[in-house]
């Protein structure tokens, strides 16, 4: 029984990974995938539940709640300056 949908989203993720090999070990993943048998995605989001719960237990909801608050508007800030468009640029630049 396989879920469609569920496949779907792995497909994408995996693609996602793929694009930057060396920010998601993509290598390694692959080794972890061929050793077990268990999809590449899923020792990814394994790993992100567990890099995610360890910050929240050292910091607490404020440090987990700081780095949304800066990570997000960072990367959109830097998406907008990759655009063409002038509008996105003065809404994400205006934030810092």
Known sequence: MTN???EQALTRTDEFLAKY???FQYETLKVLEEKTGFNKVYFFVLFSILTGT???FIGGAKL???LVSFIY???ASFKAIDSPDQ???TQWLTYW
Do not use: E, G, R
């Open 4 to 6: 469609p949908q569920l």
């Open 21 to 23: 090999p060396s920010l």
């Open 54 to 56: 360890t910050i929240y």
């Open 64 to 66: 987990v709640t700081d």
């Open 73 to 75: 508007p960072a990367y």
């Open 87 to 89: 509008n996105d640029d």
